[in-house]
């Protein structure tokens, strides 16, 4: 094996070396986050639902309202106030992440 081959030889196996490294990382990095992403899907799974039964929603509101008014009035305003929180971050991330 010539100087050259021998040179490659080892710049490929360094190269292997810090490729494990960073798979070993992201995975670490991926399990960090699997909790974080389970409550995502949860939360996304909730919304579907929500969409797919608003019937059932309305008539759990609507049974609140009759049986604790003062509670269910706190909720709305609760809800309302996360509603306009959320339009204020989807504006934000509008402004500064284009769309693809």
């Known amino acids: 094996m ?3 081959a021998r040179v490659l030889a080892r710049r490929r196996e360094r190269l292997v070396q810090h490729s494990s490294h960073l ?10 986050l699997q909790g ?3 409550w995502i ?6 919304w579907h639902w929500v969409r797919a ?3 059932v929603v309305a008539g759990a509101v609507g049974t609140l309202a009759l049986w604790r008014p003062r509670r ?6 609760r809800a309302w106030s996360l509603w ?3 339009r ?10 284009p769309p693809r």
Do not use: T
């Not at 798979?23 to 960090?32: I, L, M, P, Y």
């Not at 899907?41 to 909730?46: I, K, L, N, V, W």
């Not at 204020?88 to 992440?97: K, S």
């Open 2 to 4: 010539n100087a050259r």
């Open 23 to 32: 798979r070993r990382q992201a995975g670490a990095e991926v399990r960090d």
């Open 72 to 77: 269910a009035l706190g909720l709305g305003v």
């Open 88 to 97: 204020r971050v989807m504006a934000l991330r509008a402004a500064f992440i």
């Open 84 to 86: 306009r929180l959320v």
């Open 53 to 55: 039964n608003p019937l």
């Open 41 to 46: 899907e949860r939360a996304q799974d909730a």
């Open 36 to 38: 974080a992403f389970i």
